[in-house]
């Protein structure tokens, strides 16, 4: 592990920024291009509706912190989401210039050029210090988990006046923002940031996990109300022979580790099992951490990858070569470790309920595929351990059963939000969450 909250040296120069931030010239003429229009579709495709054309006519007037403080207003992770959010399938692609055959305005770079401003002057001390609201309720409020979603939520009620807690079993907090992005996107010092302005805020922080170290009963009995933001479960299995050898990790495993060990071996031929956002992440990060070839194998075919198609056209300039309709059965072992994957071809069959055509194996098409590192990433398992005791919190699919307009589970005492509800988005997705239920606990405690 490097020193926390410091970027590892090795990450600066593997992984240098994807989309470089604006110089403050740049940012003025990208910023004077913005129609500023009326019902801005901008704003209406961002999940926490942040006023786009608000925030970027403070940058062309050269009022930056005024155009913080609107982000941050609407989004309290202001600095993570514009680095990491998926922009073209959101706000930019929902931007007015599109209809008139023009570049989008790059609302995601001005978004990180308002955030970079604020928190270089908050850190050189020239911004207005953060400081505790004073507390105003008895009422106290535990957030299960230190993600997204628990951050929004404790960082709106504690800015209304109520004493809020995070409880999160990782050493660092800031959940999957600190540990799981894509480290040219986000790196875990600049999610720590957002964390200590929570901190600053007056939201306290605990390192401890919710079920082990404190249970639920115990925080009933403290708090009046709990909100859960405790994401997804392990990566799933890939439920196959041989793939607890050394030199198969999941992709989880593999994003945390390169972004917080300083001297984490990647292989030399590297196979990734898997066709969504975390696959092509892992696969980026092991060509850029040295792997001479890495090779992505999915099930199904191009067209029913669920990866972002611009996530997709980046690891084909990052020189990883992707394999259609393939399956792993087994992984080879020789000399104790991993040496290859055996693999049978698929062909689609009929749609299942979700719409997507399976893949079936075609028997007697196996082949072996010789690697020294398997990286599979077949997503999330969904994750209510926690919850199997039953407190009456309804459970659907997995997810925690919420009302959408406020957050609130069917136990009237729990309101929950992020992955653990909507199966795994996006940060700001999470976000939105958060603050929703925050609002509707404020508004329970103001009768
Ligand atoms: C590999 C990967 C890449 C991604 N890339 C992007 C991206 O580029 N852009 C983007 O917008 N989104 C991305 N996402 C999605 C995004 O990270 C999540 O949607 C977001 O972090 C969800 O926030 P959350 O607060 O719901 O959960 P999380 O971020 O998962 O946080 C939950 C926290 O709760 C803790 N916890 C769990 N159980 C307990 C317990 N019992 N007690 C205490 N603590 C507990 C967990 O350890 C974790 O710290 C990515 C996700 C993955 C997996
Ligand atoms: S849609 Fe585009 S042009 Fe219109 S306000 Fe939003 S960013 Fe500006």
């Given at each position: 592990m490097g020193e926390p909250g410091l970027p590892l040296s090795k990450n600066l120069e593997l992984f240098p920024d994807l989309h470089p931030a604006l110089d403050p010239r740049s940012a003025v003429t990208e910023a004077n291009r913005?129609?500023?229009?009326?019902?801005?579709p901008c704003m209406s495709a961002c999940p926490t509706h942040i006023d786009v054309p608000g925030f970027i006519k403070r940058i062309a007037s050269g009022n930056v912190q005024g155009s913080a403080r609107v982000i941050l207003q609407a989004n309290v992770l202001g600095m993570s989401c514009s680095r990491a959010c998926p922009v073209d399938v959101l706000c930019e692609g929902a931007c007015v210039m599109h209809t008139y055959n023009k570049k989008p305005i790059e609302i995601g770079r001005l978004q990180r050029f308002a955030m970079e401003d604020y928190y270089a002057r908050a850190e050189a001390g020239g911004a207005a210090k953060i400081r505790p609201a004073p507390?105003?309720?008895a009422e106290k409020i535990a957030c299960v988990g230190g993600g997204p979603a628990s951050l929004a939520c404790a960082a709106e009620l504690r800015q209304r006046g109520f004493p809020v807690s995070v409880f999160d079993?990782?050493?660092?907090?800031?959940?999957l923002a600190t540990y799981g992005i894509a480290e040219y996107k986000l790196r875990p010092s600049d999610s720590l940031r957002e964390v200590e302005m929570v901190r600053a805020m007056g939201v306290e922080f605990h390192c401890a996990?919710?079920?082990?170290?404190?249970?639920l009963d115990e925080l009933e009995r403290t708090f009046s109300v709990v909100f859960l933001g405790m994401g997804l479960g392990a990566m799933q299995r890939m439920?196959?022979?041989?793939?607890?050898?050394?030199g198969v990790i999941d992709a989880l495993h593999f994003i945390e580790r390169y972004k917080t060990e300083k001297d984490f071996p990647v292989g030399r031929c590297v196979a990734v099992i898997g066709g969504g956002n975390t696959a092509i992440d892992a696969a980026n990060a092991a060509r850029r951490l040295g792997a001479a070839e890495v090779h992505l194998f999915y099930r199904r075919s191009e067209h029913e990858m669920p990866a972002f198609a611009n996530e997709y056209e980046h690891a084909r300039t990052e020189g990883v070569v992707f394999h259609w309709l393939v399956q792993p059965v087994a992984i080879i072992e020789g000399k104790g470790r991993v040496a290859g994957v055996k693999f049978v071809q698929t062909r689609l069959g009929p749609a299942d309920e979700s719409g997507r055509r399976n893949a079936e194996p075609v028997h007697g098409s196996d082949s072996n595929f010789m690697c020294d590192m398997v990286i599979p990433a077949l997503g999330q398992t969904k994750f209510v351990d926690l919850l199997k005791s039953s407190r009456s919190i309804e459970i659907s699919g997995g997810s925690i059963t919420i009302d959408r307009a406020t957050g609130r589970t069917s136990n009237p005492r729990y309101y929950a939000g992020g992955d653990c509800v909507n199966g795994g988005r996006e940060i700001v997705d999470a976000v939105a969450d958060g603050k929703r239920a925050a609002l509707a606990i404020a508004a329970q405690f103001k009768g």
């Open positions: 913005c129609l500023n229009c009326f019902d801005a507390l105003a309720h079993n990782r050493p660092l907090p800031g959940g996990d919710v079920g082990s170290d404190v249970s439920g196959i022979p041989g793939e607890d050898v050394p």
